[in-house]
């Protein structure tokens, strides 16, 4: 089984290196690439991990942020998960124990 993965959002701190502090900084950024959102959206953009994210949204801020993607969206292994190996079939048991067994007929004469 692949493991599961999660990430995480820096948008934040991307925010912050780049000396904007406040969410309503990012909104006439934004509407200069032709995108607007209230800034109630734009909070939750910044303060929450989005769920889905149109790629207008992303492209806009790459460019307002001068970043990548790399700097936005770390990937990391989903909490809780763990990759054990996996077993072959049949290692526990023998091959043996898988095959089917034969069926007997018992041949009973009748007069």
Known sequence: MAAKLDYQWH?????ADRGLFSTTDLIPLLDERGITL??????????ERPERL???ILMA??????????????PVAAAGTTTRPKKAVGAET??????????????????
């Open 11 to 15: 948008l934040r701190k991307v925010m």
């Open 38 to 47: 209230s800034s109630s959206q734009v909070y939750r953009l910044v303060v």
């Open 61 to 74: 801020l790459l460019d307002i942020l001068d970043c990548t993607m790399d700097d936005l969206i770390e």
């Open 54 to 56: 149109s790629l207008k």
């Open 94 to 111: 023998g091959v043996g124990d898988l095959r089917p067994k034969r069926a007997r007929i018992n041949s009973v004469e009748r007069p």
